[in-house]
């Protein structure tokens, strides 16, 4: 098994400790979500999810990681959820070969990419956004670390595109019933 392979079997089992720590629990929470890991890497959830959507970017997982905490800082809000979903419905179709560009051959040679994120940490380091710049540092240091070939999968992934989406999801039907309910 190789470095990355071993990486994606656990952060795997992470994400699915990160969706049980949602289940309303109260103070079984945090016990919850280490009983969730746990059972996604003994019952083979873990591996499964590995085998459909490949290893998760590190930012999907560092997202699950902070929701593990007894307070969880969920990073992942609305508009958050919106940049995800907006790159989604960019970059998949073109990365599917829909058009004559292709993104993600990008993230083999990133100087151009590193270029385009630089002021987009600028501005997370000016907005005060320290997860998602945090999350941002440790997603380059995994592609210059070598974890990952493309700095695109250390950055995304569908998985996460997904979580996004049921993000934006739940806050459009959120809004629609509070303007129904006027």
């Known amino acids: 098994m190789n470095l990355l392979a071993a990486y994606g079997l656990l952060a795997h089992g992470l994400i699915f400790g990160g969706l049980v720590s949602l289940l309303p629990l ?18 083979g959830i873990a591996p499964a999810l590995h ?3 490949g290893p998760p970017s590190l930012t999907l997982l560092i997202l699950a990681l902070l929701h593990l905490q007894q307070r969880p800082l969920v990073p992942l ?6 940049v995800v979903v907006g790159v989604a419905a960019l970059f998949y ?50 592609y210059a670390g ?4 493309n700095l ?12 996004a989406l049921g993000v934006v999801l739940r806050g459009l039907a959120i809004r629609l019933i509070v303007v129904r309910r006027r």
Do not use: C, E, N
Request: hydrophobic residues 65%; aromatic residues 12%; charged residues 10%.
């Open 51 to 53: 085998a459909l959507f």
């Open 77 to 82: 809000t609305y508009p958050a959820a919106l």
């Open 93 to 142: 179709p073109a990365a599917l070969g829909w058009g004559s560009f292709d993104p993600y051959a990008l993230g083999y040679q990133p100087l151009p990419l590193l270029a385009a994120l630089l002021p987009l940490g600028i501005m997370l380091w000016w907005k005060r956004l320290d997860a998602w710049l945090l999350i941002l540092a440790a997603g380059l240091a995994a």
């Open 146 to 149: 070598g974890l990952f070939a």
């Open 26 to 43: 109260g103070v079984l929470r945090p016990h919850a979500a280490l009983a969730g890991t746990t059972v996604a890497l003994l019952a």
């Open 152 to 163: 695109w999968d250390a950055l995304f992934d569908p998985l996460l595109a997904l979580l």
